[in-house]
């Protein structure tokens, strides 16, 4: 059975920034924060699902392989508190790269699980992620 990692990311925005910032900015401190071992995919880009606040407090827990190339495939939603919170977060998800895992120096695909929850909303009235880190 392959080993799953979790990815674990929690949508904070409002609770991280005691003023608005920009997207951008909580996607770097996600990047610099991730767990760097070999054996696990680093995320290197990152984008962030907008939705609405009528999606706050909820969930979206998916499973993907991060291919030998640093993209994501093989989606699966694992769980979701509604349908079209889980279509953005997946979106947004595919267009995130990574450094692949690494076995004996060289790129493999690793499966991984990414639990994303929804808080705190921004002045715009529009949620963002806020990726916290890589957990094994």
């Given at each position: 059975m392959k080993a799953v990692n979790k990815l674990v990311?929690?949508?904070?925005?409002?609770a991280l920034l005691s003023v608005a910032a920009s997207a951008s900015t909580l996607e770097?401190?996600?990047?610099e924060s991730c767990n760097k071992d070999p054996g696990v995919p680093v995320p290197v880009t990152v984008v962030s699902p907008a939705v609405g606040p009528e999606f706050q407090g909820g969930l979206v827990q998916l499973e993907f392989v991060v291919d030998a190339l640093g993209k994501?495939?093989?989606?699966?939603?694992?769980?979701?508190?509604?349908?079209?919170l889980a279509t953005a977060v997946v979106k947004a998800v595919k267009q995130w790269r990574f450094q692949p895992a690494?076995?004996?120096?060289?790129?493999?695909?690793?499966?991984?699980?990414?639990?994303v929850?929804?808080?705190?909303?921004?002045?715009?009235?529009?949620?963002?992620?806020?990726?916290?880190?890589?957990?094994n």
């Open positions: 990311v929690l949508l904070i925005v409002g770097q401190t996600y990047l994501p495939a093989e989606f699966s939603i694992k769980f979701a508190s509604d349908d079209v690494e076995v004996d120096g060289k790129p493999v695909a690793k499966k991984v699980m990414l639990p929850r929804v808080v705190d909303p921004v002045e715009s009235g529009t949620r963002f992620a806020a990726f916290d880190r890589w957990s």
